[in-house]
């Protein structure tokens, strides 16, 4: 009777476990859900494309994106990474908060393919920036 009262008390205690990993699990999902939609809505507004324009070049509908967006959905990682190459920028950018490490991933990216000439040009508009925002922070 003992070891039947036992077992069950562990099952119960394991039991109460999995709820409340699935729990967290769950909160965890919805939080990267909303992550992933709010980076996703705000690369497509800088790719100045509608969420109709999205669907159709990674092969979905207008509600999968809107639901994406919304945090509602999640998307499978191949859908995620044709997301990311129709944005013109990586998966990381898309499933991480914003962060200094995916902007510079989304620049390299961006130069890859740029002559030495544009590179050396897009150089001296960053040091002019630079320059400007660095003054401008020390009049304030």
Known sequence: KKYREKK??????????????CGIMAAET?????????????????????????????????????????GSKLMKLEKLYLTALALNTG???LLFSENGSSHM???QRMLADCSPEFLSGIE??????????TEHDTQE
């Open 8 to 21: 069950q008390n562990q099952q119960s205690v394991s039991a109460l476990c999995a709820e409340i990993q």
């Open 30 to 70: 919805k939080d990267l859900a909303a992550v992933i939609g709010t980076n996703i809505r705000r690369y497509r507004d800088k790719a100045g494309l509608t969420q109709a324009q999205l669907a159709e070049k990674i092969g979905v509908g207008n509600a999968f994106i809107s639901r994406v967006e919304r």
């Open 91 to 93: 998966c990381d950018a």
């Open 105 to 107: 991933s989304n620049i």
């Open 124 to 133: 001296d508009v960053i040091r002019a920036c630079i320059q400007h925002f």
